[in-house]
């Protein structure tokens, strides 16, 4: 585990990552967990991750480039803001977890541009605003049920190629865990 309550756990400003970066299979934090303007040369694997800043940014890939995908997935859970502000995504970005930010955001993805699809299927309505202001995607997947209301989406702007509702179809990570160019952060002993 990640520890320091209220500030920086991990930080990895503009970090050149030339593969995969994996933050899942047990990985958590409490604090921030800061990726802004790092270059990811695979995939950004967040799965069962959890992320813990209440009072704050939980997840922050701000102005990041990600070659491949995002995934914030099976048991993913972020209490506090995530955000991917002005984040370019190469491939897909899919949100199958849990997002609570009651007080505020907890999505911030404006300005993103993500040229696969943008899965929007939360485990359950995410606590707080989905922000995809001026965000562009190539394809737009979402579950009807976890739609956010109109006062908890922020979409001016939002442009996508196609979209359609799915009740749990989406791409999913495809990086070989056993790769030699696979970059993992463990979680901590």
Excluded at 7 to 14: F, T
Excluded at 103 to 109: F, I, K, M, P, S
Excluded at 155 to 163: D, I, Q, T, V, Y
């Amino acid at each position: 585990m990640f520890k320091n309550s209220g500030a920086v756990a991990l930080r990895a400003d503009g970090a050149n990552i030339t593969s995969s970066a994996f933050l899942d299979e047990g990985f958590s934090a409490e604090g921030q967990v800061r990726f802004p303007g790092a270059r990811i040369g695979g995939q950004l694997v967040c799965s069962r991750g959890v992320f813990e800043n209440p009072e704050g940014c939980a997840l922050s890939t701000y102005t990041a480039t990600i070659t491949g995908g995002v995934f914030l997935t099976e048991g993913f859970r972020a209490v506090g803001i995530v955000v991917l502000e002005g984040a370019q995504i190469g491939s897909d970005f899919v949100c199958r977890g849990i997002f609570k930010n009651p007080e505020g955001d907890a999505l911030v993805a404006e300005g993103m541009n993500v040229r696969g699809t943008f899965c929007w299927q939360p485990k359950d309505r995410a606590e707080g605003v989905l922000n995809v202001r001026n965000a562009h995607v190539g394809r737009y997947v979402d579950a009807k049920v976890t739609w956010p209301t109109a006062r908890t989406l922020a979409l001016e702007g939002f442009a996508m190629m196609r979209s359609s509702q799915s009740q749990r179809t989406s791409p999913r990570p495809s990086a070989s865990r056993g790769s030699a160019k696979t970059t993992r952060i463990p979680p901590a002993v």
